[in-house]
């Protein structure tokens, strides 16, 4: 899949179709096991609120900034 030669509405369709399927999944588990637990609705809500402020922040890495290490496959220390 070529993203810079997608037009804009054939991304977004993509992406529709994704997270169409990922919610139908969402609701057929709520209606077998029912609501989440209020301690994981409050995770979710903090998550969703660190991810809308490092879109604010215009972040390039989240994972940089959620503390997390790994290496970097380009970085050549010699």
Not at 3 to 20: G, N, Q, W
Not at 28 to 34: E, L, P, Q, S
Not at 35 to 57: C, G, R, S, T
């Amino acid at each position: 899949m070529d993203l810079e030669r997608m037009e804009h509405a054939e991304i977004m369709s993509i992406f529709r179709d994704y997270y169409t399927e990922v919610l139908e999944r969402l609701m057929a588990r709520i209606d077998k096991d029912g609501p989440l637990p209020k301690k994981n609705v409050q995770n979710i809500e903090k998550y969703l609120a660190e991810l809308d402020f490092l879109i604010e922040e215009e972040a390039d890495d989240m994972m940089e900034h959620m503390g997390a290490e790994y290496e970097d496959p380009d970085y050549d220390p010699l």
